[in-house]
């Protein structure tokens, strides 16, 4: 084997440890949606109990980032990586054998504590070992790539809780986790220190200097609500929506949840290839965004009486919403290289948290809704409204950003 060959592979190994992290990772934060009814029956959570539950993953996981930041600046993905996914091992085998609404909300914060490093440990490994102009299409197939996690905790899931239930199906989940994390902590190679000049070498002197961008500011309203709309309604409402409103059984429900994933896989597989024909990340997410936000409004409108209308929109929204690695590209060029870790992970927290914030308040919106006598149809249709009109604002203060920072122009 050559020298360039043997690089290859152990670059493909590289790339596929740190995938299968991120899959397992997509698992997580949507896998709620199919076991919610299980949830509901044998533990008694309401609506609220599970937009908490869903939150309390994104809570823990948005406030991860900071220290997730520091150590990978400080001691690199590895570690960092390898070490907190075993954490996630610790709850999911706790939230397996949840017996309350309590060991459920535990269970989460460890999985969302776990799961912190895995994507930013990858952008890392890309912004450090590719050049500028690969960074959107590395992240974009690890997202794409990525996105299979949803596929897997839609309809394998309902199929696995229908024949085994949902612990011993997610017991599943939290083993080939396990291996995972062993996989990255032998295979994974640090990328080298790079040191600096500038006084940022502590968490908090870096996330200042990370803050001070002005440049990343019109960009932080849209990474606040992008992905958490999408998220929000793959993970948490897809199903209490087609169950309650279009009287959907576990096999159509899984079976949406599955159209969805797959939208969402295609669309973010795509994002790359469509960013480097457009030579902007700056105009593709744009228009996807633009997309996406319209998709939702019409989902609000229409949608509670059209099932074949609520599919549509929520396909286009899935395959149109993930401009997640494309917004994340275009942070990037504004970000220093010897705080790439901080500057990525700050990002990440505001992609979270505001999936963590939509997570919760949709979930007590919907609820204290349901409870004034509001139909179940009259109830989502606000919601996906709000989705899209606060994305559709999000939108644009975007259009206020800059293309490159402006010594680069």
């Not at 990474?223 to 199903?239: D, F, G």
């Not at 597989?269 to 997309?291: C, D, H, K, Q, V």
């Not at 009486?305 to 060029?333: R, W």
Request: net charge positive; aromatic share 12%; hydrophobic share 55%.
């Amino acid at each position: 084997m050559t020298a360039t060959a043997a690089h290859k592979r152990i670059t493909a190994l590289v790339f596929i440890s740190l995938l299968s992290a991120y899959i397992l990772s997509q698992f997580f934060r949507v896998f709620l949606s199919v076991i919610a009814v299980d949830l509901t029956r044998e533990l008694g959570l309401n609506a609220a109990d599970l937009g908490a539950v869903s939150a309390i993953w994104f809570a823990t996981f948005a406030l991860a980032q900071f220290p997730v930041g520091f150590l990978l600046d400080r001691f690199g993905p590895r570690r960092t990586v390898g070490g907190l996914l075993m954490v996630a091992v610790l709850g999911g085998v706790w939230f397996a054998l949840a017996r309350s609404y309590t060991d459920c909300l535990f269970g989460m914060a460890l999985i969302g504590i776990g799961c912190s490093p895995v994507l930013m440990g990858s952008l890392f490994v890309f912004g450090r070992s590719y050049p500028a102009e690969r960074f959107a299409m590395m992240a974009s197939l690890m997202i794409g790539l990525g996105s299979f996690g949803n596929l897997i905790s839609s309809s394998p899931l309902a199929w696995g809780v229908a024949h085994v239930g949902w612990r011993w199906s997610l017991g599943f989940i939290v083993l080939l986790t396990g291996l995972s994390a062993t996989f990255i902590l032998t295979m994974l190679k640090d990328p080298p220190v790079i040191a600096s000049s500038e006084p940022s070498s502590g968490l908090w002197q870096g996330l200042c200097r990370i803050i001070g961008i002005k440049g990343l500011w019109p960009l932080m309203p849209l990474t606040l609500i992008s992905y958490a709309v999408i998220v929000a309604t793959r993970s948490l409402w897809i199903t209490p929506f087609f169950r309650d409103v279009h009287g959907s059984d576990l096999q159509e429900l899984g079976l949406v949840a599955l159209m969805m994933s797959v939208t969402m896989t295609i669309g973010a597989l795509a994002y790359g290839p469509i960013e480097r024909w457009s030579g902007s990340p700056r105009r593709t997410t744009l228009w996807g965004s633009f997309i996406t936000a319209i998709s939702f409004i019409t989902m609000g409108v229409l949608g509670p009486e059209s099932f074949v209308t609520s599919l549509v929109c929520l396909g286009i929204a899935g395959a149109a919403g993930l401009t997640y690695g494309i917004l994340m590209s275009h942070a990037k060029l504004f970000i220093p290289a010897e705080v790439l870790g901080r500057g990525i992970t700050w990002l990440n927290f505001l992609f979270i948290a505001g999936a963590g914030v939509i997570q919760y308040g949709s979930g007590q919106l919907v609820q204290a809704t349901l409870d004034l006598g509001t139909s179940p149809a009259a109830a989502f249709s606000k919601l996906f409204l709000l989705f899209g009109l606060i994305l559709l604002a999000s939108t644009a203060i975007y259009t206020r950003s800059t293309e490159r920072p402006a010594s680069a122009q």
